[in-house]
């Protein structure tokens, strides 16, 4: 294809233009090779002759491309394209951020916008960096994946002019990566890192004409990771603007540290500082603007001190740090005098406030500062000269200490923040962020600017051969034959800057000269370099120089460039700021940082005149300094060594306007800044190759309308599309077809889209024919069926109208008789009223005045009322008045004889006492007061012994001038005068001032002996006092540690005896064993067991359990109680309890070794609860409560053991104290025969122990061994035989857990077989008692009474409660029965309430019920991500709250019950607590439900809502995305939706709350699918609109097939289903906006707005939403609602409150069925 075809008439190019730098013109004739001009016609109308001279103008892209993310992506790749993009980007869509290949173009908008939220940042977490919308966070997302996938150090660089937003972007990665990676040890190291920012803004920040919050310094940040996690940060600082300190232009200001200090000057801790207003400061008041709009400098001066606070500097070192800063404040205000006209001479007042001030901060003396800023040693071989400096020279000597001061304070400011995000651990990766300046380019450049552009020289090397090898990466990847892509390399320029005898070494020896010069300098730049092509000499004769960079030539001035690469410091000053007292100072001002004075220098933003050059120190004393050119060569080469190791990622930041106008761009401006950051290098390397690249897969859906038939017939899309390519570009030269992707030169995609266009207009032609026919012959006939239908309406009319004339005719008839009789009948009427009113009135009147003669008759007597009544309230008040004045008299003479006598009590001794109560406390404070005056006696002697030594120096000092004076015969009037003055001070100053101090001091000290004596007495005195005191407390400490040991000595006692019981329980157990094989002996005898045998039977069976239960809540006084009730006697009146009665009567009949058997269970159980309660009381005695170590003390010294053990006095063991002897007699007889067996058997059961400690041993060697060598392969990763010894352990790991897991189990089997033989024993007690049928059976063991008792409950006690809850909790698993209830757990659990309720014993009750939650509790913890589980166990909570309520006291849920159901109500236990309890449950519960279906469905979202193909065919209309075919369906959406809700039905939880789960989830898709669309802009089109609108349908669909619709899913779905419709409806007239204000009323207009300006419109089908229609709508969408939500993201985390509602249950407890798979056989139902 020739070049001519494509400048056709109607094509669009780009011409340039002096405003606009490039502009949009059509061809209006086609181009023929040999024409001089190209015929054009600009966007207003006015015809063109575009002259061609070497080239024809750039060529416009396909409206399809217009707005592309990634700028590469364009067909045509120059600057017009690029600009034109950007523009369109940044004023139509608001879009900021821009793709240009690996460079993210930032643009400032000078408006805050919402894409920085907490939502925005984890809606790009975990995302690939083409699936969304541009942004820095997907930047940072890229570097924080590439860091944690292949473990390489990452870097952001970001650059741009002042004012473009660098700060706010590094600002902003910093918050992303410290939100994303969070920390791993320190918790606050994030707040840390972030805390870092205004810190180094507040020291590094100032406001300039450019940019109100302008960072004057480089800085690099490194944030450091450990697996992932944030472990710390450090900062390098580069190039700090210290010229800035002392001189700011015009509208310009010095660091915000100074406004900060000068704005909080009325602080408390500040008063003494001498802070002021700003205005009354030389050093910030030179750019006259103090003050910035919309800032707070005393609100930002609290957040750097926070910040402060967080990076561990203390309060103190913070004041100490303003103190220094507030100093150099005062420097700038010493006023220096010249001593004549000539300035041979200055000197400084001595009494100069700054002065003074300055001096009194930093801890030095006056009269040093005044010499060393008005004098300069020299020194030579054998002498010293003191050579006075001019005016001139003094103040910029001031100013060079004032620049070096705080270019320290700024260094140990970088090393302080440093210090606190110091990681102790380490770190493995890095991600660096650097924020550096841009290229800078003014009308008068100097040295800062020179410094930068050498850096960004740097740089951009390193960004070229960044983007080279990443290009050269992508076709050896594809296999695309490599062609070298020529790129500019100024590596040239590199070398005149720092190679040998470069502008640095030239710079670097001149300055080495004594008398260098700014001049000689240049003169040696054009003599050596003259030659260059990238150096030239100015036209003008003036001493400056031109180098050429890659963004343009600079031209810099020579003047200044020496003095400030020496950047000299008075060492006379600095020496005497080494020797302050201020801590701080000396650690500013180290020996070793002398020779590194700083690292950075000083630079200007700005076009300004250069100052005065300084004075130069000596070279005998800089020697071994190293200029501000070295220093910053050598940080530059170590930043880009260190940047060459990590895999870089750029920002470019571009200003769009000079005047911080927000979304206003001038494109001249925004040119500059991209040539000049290597935006447009990059398109042009891009260009320079196959800039266009599509995947097989997205050619084929985009193109697929100009694929032929025969080439559709294969089945290989990429076969397919080679085809195709070679039909459509009969040049192979214009594209290539690599391994996935083809690769197209330049415009060859353009060409592709205007021919897919052109097909596709002619389908639509075609279309469009057919449609107009069938549309024409469906007019015609609606309009024929139309005639027919008017006829016989016409005909119908006709006939109606006839009917109607007639009845009318008859109606007027009807009315006219009607009317006229009821005109007559009103005459009649009205006449007959008016007679009626003429009455009335005449009867009222009369009325009315009887009643004004009985009004007048009633007033006159009211009147005769009042005055009587006066009259005698008149005479009572005269007899009151004297009543009252005789009782003030007796008061009075009473009042006066109490006053005598409280007189004489206050005489009194004990009135003194009482008066003189508080004298200890002033005695104290007069203690306080005679130590304050003794110190500052002290305080004055060391002054006036420093004024005796300053008064001696300055006497010598005087002597000594007046002595060099004397030698010069020229100067004997100056010398007179000296040593008049000397005369004058030695009188004056040693005897007035001396004399006068020394008597006030001895006055002082006089007073300070007097009260010091006074004072003496009344200490002596409080010192008696305190002495009775301290006696009586020693004593109390004796009492009470003796009191201490004895307990200690008890406590001891109580663990000796609780081992004891130990050991007993062990003998006991085994004897147990050996009796279980004795009873097989006996089966012949008759007897009858005793209920209590029973108990103790039913007591051991529950041993197991009970010993891994927690104690009740009562601990061990409530166990200690039910051991007493278990032996006292039944109260006279009441039933006698069955197993005492058993026991008094069944003692006859009974075997020795059946009572010795059940004498061992008695013991046993006894040992089992004294142990548990011991226990408990030991811990309760380490606690360091003092009662509370008491109590449990207390409750042992009252028992003995015999009651420990049962066996204590009772009216009960009284009558059996025989049986119990013959039971010992028979457990010493079977011990005897049994010894041998009991000996075989603990062996036996030591050796299993032993065994098993063996294996877990070796198991936990087995760990240690494998964490090892888990680190060791972590460190070897490349090792694979590493790698296969792991495995082999983890599988003899594994074989071993195997076998412990079969010893455990073999465990349990002899514990379960110990059970069964219990259980055997039990059933043969039961047939036992069924043999006498004359005793009544007896109630079950584990329950008090059976009379009463209802078959609704399940019998336990306090022992089985560890069992109860480790079987239908902990171990519980849903049965699989249809046949048994899924709330079954629930169900046990209540019945087990109703028995504790039944027995009154609420502490019980409230035991099980705590017990259960923390056990529900437990498993969840366990099994948070299983979906089931955490269904099961919300059923059943719920279901037994329901039962609380259910059976509970309050009769509102009482109406539901049957006559049996109210039967088995709670009648003792108060149920309320339980409920409450049980209520937060449930809700913990639910919301772990929701989270852990969240779980699976976050990540099916997206795909299935916005990504899959569910309707085929509208891909192909969908603007080109990188992004791969999409893993999850709609259909796999509904399915684990599906899943969810049949696991809610089946678990029975009531249809209320499955409603409401439902409605969360589905508010879940809604938010993020709307998150989605606002952040993807492909997204926002017709095409996505539909699909989004079917998959919405869809799932209304699901939800109405469910029943679910009615459960407020409509209003959760709403948002999305207005956003697709918004995407469908049409967007271009007045009309259209006022139907898209009413149709969006859930949407914000945020919302809105961004979904309009990201809207992609079809090619060729649809046209870009104008600007002014969006504006049209965010203002009608602000007047509707003018205080509507702001935000832009829906907060998918919002959880909707969770009503549980109330749920009767049908089911009887008396028929519940519990199946025999749960082991609950220790329950029985009563």
């Avoid at 997907?138 to 952001?156: C, D, I, P, T, V």
């Avoid at 003494?272 to 205005?279: I, M, P, S, T």
């Avoid at 001139?392 to 210090?419: C, E, H, P, T």
């Avoid at 004895?1046 to 019981?1061: N, T």
Wanted: net charge neutral.
């Amino acid at each position: 294809m020739a070049v001519g075809d494509l400048y056709v008439q109607g094509a669009r190019v780009w011409i340039p233009d002096c405003t606009e730098v490039w502009k949009v013109a059509e061809v209006t004739r086609s181009y023929e090779e040999g024409d001089d001009v190209l015929h054009l016609c600009l966007e207003d109308g006015l015809e063109l002759a575009y002259p061609i001279e070497s080239h024809l103008p750039p060529l416009c892209n396909p409206d399809c491309l217009s707005g592309e993310d990634d700028l590469v992506a364009l067909s045509y790749l120059h600057e017009p394209a690029v600009l034109h993009s950007l523009r369109v980007r940044f004023l139509e869509a608001n879009a900021i951020y821009t793709y240009c290949g690996i460079i993210l173009v930032a643009i400032n908008p000078y408006k805050q916008l919402p894409i920085y939220e907490e939502e925005v940042i984890y809606a790009y977490s975990g995302r690939e960096m083409g699936d969304m919308d541009p942004h820095i966070f997907a930047l940072a997302e890229e570097a924080y994946k590439q860091m944690s996938r292949y473990g390489k150090n990452q870097s952001l660089i970001i650059s741009g002019e002042s004012g473009a937003g660098k700060t706010a972007s590094a600002k902003y990665a910093m918050r992303y990566f410290t939100a994303v990676g969070g920390s791993l040890g320190d918790s606050s190291m994030e707040d840390k890192v972030l805390a870092s920012s205004p810190v180094m803004e507040a020291f590094g920040n100032a406001k300039t004409t450019r940019n109100d919050n302008s960072s004057r310094f480089g800085k690099y940040i490194e944030i450091g990771f450990s697996q992932a996690y944030v472990m710390g940060a450090t900062i390098k600082t580069y190039l700090l603007e210290k010229s800035r300190v002392t001189f700011q232009a015009k509208a310009e200001r010095n660091y915000h540290i100074f406004y900060q200090l000068c704005a909080s000057a009325a602080l408390p801790e500040l008063q003494g500082l001498g802070l002021c207003g700003a205005e009354s400061f030389r050093y910030t008041s030179q750019g006259q603007c103090t003050h910035v709009e919309g800032t707070d400098d005393a609100a930002d001066l609290d957040s750097t001190r926070h910040a402060f606070s967080l990076l561990g500097v203390l309060e103190t070192e913070q004041l100490e740090l303003f103190s220094v800063l507030t100093a150099i404040l005062h420097l700038g205000n010493i006023m220096v005098r010249g001593r004549d006209r000539h300035g041979d001479g200055c000197f400084v007042e001595p009494t100069d406030k700054a002065l003074g001030l300055f001096c009194t901060l930093l801890g030095i003396e006056e009269s040093q500062v005044s010499r060393w800023l008005c004098y300069r040693k020299l020194v030579t071989t054998g002498e010293t000269y003191m050579k006075p400096l001019s005016r001139q020279q003094a103040l910029d000597s001031r100013d060079a200490l004032a620049k070096y001061m705080y270019g320290q304070i700024f260094r140990w400011m970088a090393s302080r923040v440093n210090r606190a995000l110091r990681s102790p651990e380490g770190y493995h990766t890095s991600i660096g962020i650097l924020d550096i300046y841009g290229f800078e380019m003014f009308e008068l450049n100097s040295f800062e600017q020179f410094c930068i552009n050498y850096a960004n020289e740097k740089l951009q090397q390193l960004f070229n051969l960044h983007v080279f090898k990443l290009e050269q990466e992508e076709y050896m990847t594809e296999e695309i034959p490599w062609v070298f892509v020529d790129f500019y390399d100024n590596q040239p320029c590199i070398e005149l800057i720092e190679g040998r005898l470069g502008i640095l070494d030239l710079l670097n020896e001149e300055c080495k000269m004594p008398q260098g010069s700014d001049g000689s300098w240049a003169q040696k730049l054009y003599q050596t370099h003259f030659s260059s092509s990238h150096f030239q000499k100015p036209k003008r004769p003036t001493d400056a120089f031109i180098v050429c960079h890659f963004a343009g030539k600079v031209e810099y001035q020579c003047n200044g460039f020496v003095e400030k690469n020496r950047d000299a410091v008075p060492e006379e000053l600095v020496g005497l700021l080494r020797a302050s007292k201020s801590a701080l100072l000396t650690e500013l001002f180290l020996e070793e940082g002398d020779s590194t004075v700083s690292l950075q220098s000083r630079r200007s933003s700005g076009p300004r005149l250069a100052g005065r050059p300084g004075r130069r120190s000596l070279p005998s004393n800089n020697k071994n300094k190293k200029s501000i050119a070295s220093q910053f060569k050598a940080s530059l080469h170590k930043l880009v060594e260190m940047l060459g190791s990590t895999t870089p990622h750029y920002i470019r930041c571009i200003k769009p306007n000079d005047s911080k106008k927000p979304f206003m761009f001038d494109s001249r401006r925004v040119v500059e800044q991209l040539r000049a950051c290597g935006v447009l290098e990059t398109i042009r390397i891009s260009a320079s190759g196959y800039p266009s690249r599509w995947t097989y897969q997205e050619f084929f859906s985009r193109y697929l309308p100009l694929v032929s038939r025969e080439e559709l017939t294969g089945t290989n899309k990429k076969q397919i599309c080679i085809l195709a390519l070679e039909r459509l570009l009969q040049d192979p030269r214009k594209y290539q077809c690599g391994r996935s992707k083809v690769f197209f030169r330049a415009g060859q995609v353009a060409y592709l889209e205007e021919l897919r266009y052109q097909r596709l207009r002619g389908a639509c032609i075609l279309l469009q024919r057919h449609l107009r026919g069938w549309l024409a012959r469906q007019r015609f006939r609606r309009m024929h069926m139309a005639a027919i239908c008017l006829q016989r309406y016409a005909r119908g009319m006709l006939a109606r109208r006839l009917v109607r004339v007639l009845q009318r005719t008859r109606a007027a008839v009807v009315l006219q008789k009607t009317v006229r009789m009821a005109l007559a009948r009103r005459s009649y009427l009205r006449v007959h009223q008016a007679v009626l009113t003429i009455q009335a009135f005449a009867r009222g009147m009369f009325a009315r005045r009887f009643y004004q003669q009985m009004v007048r008759h009633q007033k006159a007597m009211v009147i005769q009322a009042a005055v009587r009544g006066w009259l005698a309230r008149a005479r009572y008040t005269r007899l009151r008045k004297a009543v009252i004045y005789l009782q003030c008299c007796y008061r009075r003479a009473w009042a006066r004889r109490e006053l005598w006598r409280l007189r004489a009590e206050a005489r009194s001794v004990e009135h003194y006492k009482q008066l003189h109560k508080g004298m200890e406390i002033k005695v104290m404070q007069l203690q306080c007061r005679l130590d304050e005056q003794a110190q500052e006696k002290q305080c004055l002697s060391e002054q006036l012994l420093a004024l005796n030594a300053a008064h001696a120096v300055e006497v010598q000092r005087l002597q000594a001038e007046m002595q060099r004076l004397q030698e010069d015969a020229a100067c004997d009037a100056r010398v007179q005068h000296l040593q008049e003055r000397l005369a004058e001070l030695e009188q004056h100053s040693a005897e007035s001032r001396l004399g006068q101090e020394l008597e006030e001091l001895k006055q002082r000290l006089a007073e300070v002996e007097a009260v010091k004596l006074h004072l003496g007495e009344e200490r002596d005195a409080l010192v008696r006092r305190m002495l009775e005191q301290s006696q009586d407390l020693e004593e109390q400490h004796k009492r009470a540690a003796r009191e201490s040991r004895g307990l200690l000595q008890e406590l001891e006692e109580e663990r000796a005896r609780y081992q004891s019981l130990v050991k007993e329980y062990a003998r006991l157990e085994q004897g147990y064993e050996n009796l279980r094989d004795e009873m097989a002996f006996h089966k012949q005898s008759t007897f009858r067991r005793s209920p209590s045998s029973e108990s103790f039977l039913g007591s051991e069976s529950s041993y197991l359990s009970s010993m891994s239960t927690v104690p009740s809540r009562d601990g061990s006084d409530f166990q200690a109680e039910g051991l007493e009730e278990r032996w006292q006697l039944v109260p006279e009146g009441q039933q006698p309890h069955p197993s005492s009665e058993a026991m008094l009567n069944g003692n006859m009949g009974q075997d020795p070794f059946e009572k010795a058997y059940l004498l061992l269970l008695g013991q046993l159980n006894a040992v089992n609860e004294e142990l548990a309660r011991t226990r408990e009381e030991l811990r309760r005695a380490r606690a360091p409560v003092e009662p509370e170590e008491k109590r449990p003390l207390d409750f042992l010294k009252r028992r003995n053991i015999a009651e420990m053990l049962g066996l204590a006095r009772s009216p009960e063991k009284t009558a059996v104290d025989d049986d119990l002897k013959h039971a010992y007699d028979a457990v010493q007889v079977a011990n005897r025969l049994l010894a041998n067996q009991l000996q075989e058997e603990k062996q036996q059961h030591e050796e299993e122990v032993e065994g098993l400690h063996l294996d877990i041993r070796s198991l936990k060697q087995l760990s240690q061994q494998q964490a090892a060598l888990i680190q060791d392969l972590q460190r070897h990763q490349g090792q694979e035989g590493l790698q296969h010894h792991v495995v082999r352990l983890k599988e003899e790991n594994w074989e071993l857990a195997q076998k412990l897991e079969k010893q455990e189990r073999t465990t349990l089997k002899l514990q379960k077989q110990l059970r069964a033989y219990a259980k055997q024993i039990q059933d043969l007690t039961v047939r036992r008692e069924a043999i006498w049928p004359g005793q009544e059976p007896s109630g079950p063991s584990n329950i008090s009474s059976s009379a009463g008792l209802s078959p609704a409950m399940l019998a336990w006690k306090m022992e089985d409660e560890g069992r109860i809850i480790k079987t239908i909790i902990t171990d519980y698993r849903p049965q699989s029965s249809p046949a048994v209830l899924p709330d079954l757990p629930a169900y046990v659990l209540f019945m087990c309430f109703r028995h504790a309720d039944h027995c009154c014993d609420t502490p019980r009750a409230h035991s099980l019920m705590d017990a259960a939650i923390n056990a529900i509790k437990r498993v969840m913890k366990k099994h948070s991500d299983d979906f089931n589980v955490v269904t099961l166990w919300l059923a059943n909570v719920c279901r037994l709250l329901n039962c609380l309520r259910q059976y509970g006291r309050d009769e509102s849920y009482w109406k539901a019950n049957t006559v049996r159901q109210n039967e088995h109500r709670l009648h003792n236990v108060d149920p309320q607590g339980a409920c409450q309890s049980l209520g937060t449950l449930a809700i913990q519960l639910y919301q772990q439900l929701i989270r852990t279906a969240e779980k699976g469905l976050k990540p099916m979202i997206v795909a299935a809502m916005l990504e899959s193909e569910t309707i085929q065919g509208l891909s192909s209309a969908r603007p080109r995305r990188p992004s791969a075919a999409p893993g999850h369906m709609l259909p796999d959406l509904l399915q684990q939706l599906g899943s969810f809700c049949e696991a809610l039905s089946c678990q029975g939880l009531p249809a209320a709350v499955v409603h409401q789960a439902v409605r969360q989830l589905l508010f879940l898709i809604s938010g993020t699918t709307l998150n989605y669309l606002l952040l993807r802009k492909d997204a926002c089109s017709w095409s996505c609109g539909i699909q989004l609108r079917y998959n919405i349908s869809q799932l209304e669909q699901w939800l109405r097939a469910k029943g679910l619709y009615q459960s407020g899913v409509r209003e959760v779905l709403e948002p999305l289903v207005q956003a697709a419709q918004l995407l469908q409806v049409k967007k271009a007239t007045e009309e259209d906006a006022r139907a898209i204000c009413s149709l969006c009323t859930v949407l914000s207009t945020q919302q809105v707005v961004k979904i309009l300006r990201a809207y992609t419109p079809t090619a060729g089908l649809e046209e870009r939403v104008n600007p002014s229609f969006i504006n049209s709508i965010e203002k009608h969408l602000q007047e509707q609602n003018p205080e509507g939500p702001s935000q832009l993201l829906v907060d998918t985390c919002h959880l909707f409150p969770v009503h549980l509602p109330f749920s009767a249950s049908s089911v009887h407890l008396d028929e519940l069925c519990i199946p025999d798979s749960i082991d609950l056989a220790f329950l029985l139902r009563v």
